[in-house]
């Protein structure tokens, strides 16, 4: 899949997932053209909700080749307004330079985040930290896991997921990265900026 297909989807997963109900057209349309094979079916099927079912089925398409994305956009007849509104974003997405550019110098965006920037973020997070562990490529499972097993912490079960975004990114899981996805998620940067001092 095309890095700007991937980037978009994963941009607007959370929306997606609120919005679409694949279970009926969707699914069974992108089988039928061979995009998705009959495990991945099963094991979007198995979902235990629409929501659950759509997150997965956006965690699958990435890795599905060039014409999953083409043919997604196909599959949403029924969602003529949420293609629309892909469609648009995707001709706007090329504007990206516009941004304000980080004033962190190259050194401290291509380094991996300390447990203690981790941890100092993950205390400003508040209720945004799902949305950002999403958008950092965590499924909704490891989401959930680190709900289960900090109930009464937010800060310790978003740590818990930022710990285990840069274990298993590795040296991709750049303190760059972390702002791009923070800034997707609308969170502002200085919340990083702040946790880096």
Not at 49 to 77: I, N, Q, V, Y
């Amino acid at each position: 899949m095309d890095p700007a297909h991937r980037d978009l989807l994963r941009k607007h997963r959370l929306e997606l997932s609120d919005q679409l109900l694949v279970s009926d057209t969707i699914v069974p349309f992108l089988y039928q053209e061979d995009i998705l094979t009959d495990g991945q079916v099963e094991d979007i099927q198995a979902r235990g909700s629409e929501r659950l079912r759509t997150l997965r089925l956006l965690e699958l398409l990435p890795g599905r080749g060039p014409r999953a994305f083409p043919a997604f956009l196909r599959a949403l007849d029924d969602f003529s307004w949420v293609r629309e509104r892909l469609e648009l974003q995707l001709r706007k997405q090329p504007d990206a330079g516009s941004r304000d550019p980080s004033p962190l110098p190259d050194s401290v965006l291509q380094a991996v985040p300390s447990d203690r920037v981790l941890s100092r973020l993950a205390s400003r997070l508040g209720p945004d930290w799902e949305t950002v562990l999403l958008g950092l490529g965590l499924s909704a499972e490891d989401v959930f896991r680190c709900r289960a097993d900090h109930v009464l912490s937010v800060q310790q079960a978003a740590l818990q997921g930022l710990v285990l975004w840069r274990r298993s990114e590795g040296r991709k899981a750049t303190v760059e990265e972390l702002m791009k996805n923070l800034e997707e998620a609308g969170v502002h940067r200085s919340l990083l900026e702040e946790a880096l001092r």
